[in-house]
């Protein structure tokens, strides 16, 4: 194929900016329209908001692509219904006679880095309704649309089965975890119940100084973010690097045997654990993440810790350690965390418990592996589809 001509966005698709309805019109109980503000309410590809308004503003149809303009700039979702649209997203409706809807989700997934470098703001980057608009979209004839968007939602495809094969391993390390020990709350087996605090060698706090907006080099220092701990697995590629002019603290690198705790989120993200198998060096802890470190004598298993931590009923409890006023994130102190009281089941299970871990781990990282594959492959489809070559 040969490059094809390109128009301004907003000449081929209809941009509905959000605008956030009145407070008073929201509800939890189903009045009205669902309310998508912004990316906390995607979900895996369709929205999965809490909170609903029986005022609203813009809406959404069904089809349309909801589209994230604030902090997470480029995240998207289909919209499945009819959705309230706040101010945090643009909802997105390709003019049929000139451009496939299939083909428009696919491209705004390789052009956010662009749209992304356009934010601005202090607190947080947003990006306008012209932003949008000026977008340069390639325009092949819309039989061509269609054949890349098919090409790209099967490699897409590929790579969504290879995640939900992960994410299956790890339901199984919970459904292992229950089968051997129980619901750590209910305590069938009658476990011994201990204070955390008991088991502790210490807690150790991280630094977080003002980084670049970037990840770090193999050969810098960096920084985590708290989002390398919150899906409860970690994730060294969440960091951003450290400025040359500040002096990195070695005490504060992460290292393989780690056990990472978040101990400030928001209501339904604190008190995440990561246990750390791998990590590449110069990676630091930021204030947000505590270490947990045991000791030696606590007859106590970092894997089974891990595994009990981020257990539901369990980590629901823990969350109820968290204090902090109204409209700020809810912080577990150090004090709070150690007061815990938690199962304590034989250390000979436990060992078990972490060959099942080890094991599993052993086959995910085989399937993270193949999904770098297909990702890299994904990312070539983008490029060449973009650029006239597919």
Known sequence: MTAHRKANLSDVCEIAMGQAPKGTSYNADGRGYALVAGAGDFGESSPAPGKYTDAPTKLSRPGDIILCIRATIGDRNWADGEYCLGRGVAGLRAHELELNQAYLWHWLGYIAPTLRSRGRGATFLQVSKADIAT?????PPL?????????????DDLRAKRRESIEQLNALIQSVFLDMFGDPIENPHGWPVEPFGD??????????????????????????KLGAVTRC?????????????????AENEVAPGDLLFTRKNTH?????????????????????????????????LSKFLWGLLVQPHQRKSVQRLATGAAGSMPNI???????????KPPLELQQRFATVVDSIEKQKDLMRAHLAELDTLFA??????FNGEL
């Open 143 to 155: 039989a061509d649309q269609k054949r890349i968007a098919h090409i790209l939602d099967a490699a």
């Open 199 to 224: 088991w502790l060698e210490g807690i150790d706090s991280g630094w977080s100084p003002k980084c670049l907006g970037r990840k770090a080099s193999t050969e810098e220092w960096g920084v985590l």
């Open 268 to 300: 339904e993200l604190v008190a995440a654990a990561a246990y750390v198998h791998a990590v590449r060096p110069k990676l630091m802890l930021p204030d947000l993440i505590f270490r947990l470190r045991l000791r030696s004598d606590s007859r106590v």
């Open 380 to 385: 070539s489809l983008q490029q060449r589809a």
């Open 233 to 249: 697995e970690f994730d060294e590629e969440q960091q951003k690097a450290l400025p040359p002019e500040e002096t990195a603290r």
């Open 333 to 343: 102190s150090k004090t709070r965390l150690s007061q815990a009281h938690l199962i």
């Open 135 to 139: 977008l340069q979209i390639p325009l």
